[in-house]
């Protein structure tokens, strides 16, 4: 499950918007990201989608089971369609998923919305293992933020760091980057996965990349060239 603080969470099926967290309204996302420059020759262009809502998103959390949370709400799906109609002729090729629910219906979507195959589950693109105590106890992501907070990046049993989501991230660009050089593909991931990501690009020191602060259903935008260099052209459009 992506951690409380990275997602937006909703009371009687209305988002809660904190500033920090709002995405440019629907019109001026379109136009960045038709606005986008020219694929250098070779590059690969990777749109990047937080999953849209789920129901493990809404506050208060629904008295269910994990497995029943991991599912988009109505209003998730509504972010799926819209992310995939605003890169309708963006030159996507191909649309990679973890294999959450909540992705997989995401990526779906988004793949009905541009015509696409089904996506292909990438295991890379799953959510953080969170690991286990001393104790053996699973830990929540309160325990992990409280590593970040306090300046470090453990590895738990069982579990990643923030550096190694970020690594294990820039390894499946790359590898795809080498097969579909010149195209533009869709990872559908988690807050947390994309934060490690990004935040290895922009050199930011690992635990101050959480909290993520990443709208469901947005979309950042990442050229990658050849030599394995990546930029960062748009981060966190929201279409609707």
């Known amino acids: ?15 809660l918007l904190g500033a920090a967290l709002l995405g440019p309204p629907a019109s001026l996302a379109d136009d960045a990201l038709g606005g986008l420059p020219p694929l ?3 590059a690969l262009r ?3 989608v937080r999953h849209g809502q789920a129901l493990s998103n809404l506050e208060p959390v629904p008295s269910l089971p994990p497995e029943q949370l991991d599912h988009l709400t109505a209003l998730g799906r509504q972010q799926a369609e819209a992310a995939g109609r605003a890169l309708a002729r ?9 294999s959450a629910s909540r992705a997989r219906e995401t990526a779906e979507g988004m793949s009905a919305a541009l015509s696409l195959p089904p996506p292909a589950v990438e295991p890379r ?11 053996g106890r699973g830990l929540a992501w309160k325990d992990r933020a409280a590593e970040w907070e306090a300046g470090r990046d453990p590895t738990p049993v069982d579990g990643e760091s923030m550096e190694r989501v970020g690594h294990r991230m820039a390894e499946l660009v790359r590898a795809i980057g ?3 050089r010149g195209r533009g593909v869709v990872m559908v991931t988690h807050g947390e996965v994309l934060a490690a990501y990004l935040g290895r690009i922009r050199g930011t020191p690992a635990p101050r990349r ?3 602060g990443l709208a469901n259903g947005s979309i950042t935008v990442v050229d990658v060239l050849p ?3 990546a930029t960062i052209r748009l981060t966190m459009q929201t279409p609707q």
């Open 1 to 15: 499950m992506d951690s409380p603080l990275a997602g937006l969470r909703s009371t009687a099926g209305r988002v």
């Open 90 to 98: 963006l030159g996507v090729g191909a649309v990679f998923t973890s």
């Open 46 to 48: 990777v749109f990047l």
């Open 125 to 135: 693109l799953r959510p953080m293992d969170l690991g286990r105590g001393p104790d």
């Open 178 to 180: 080498r097969s579909r």
């Open 227 to 229: 030599t394995g260099a």
């Open 210 to 212: 959480y909290p993520p």
């Open 40 to 42: 250098p020759s070779g």
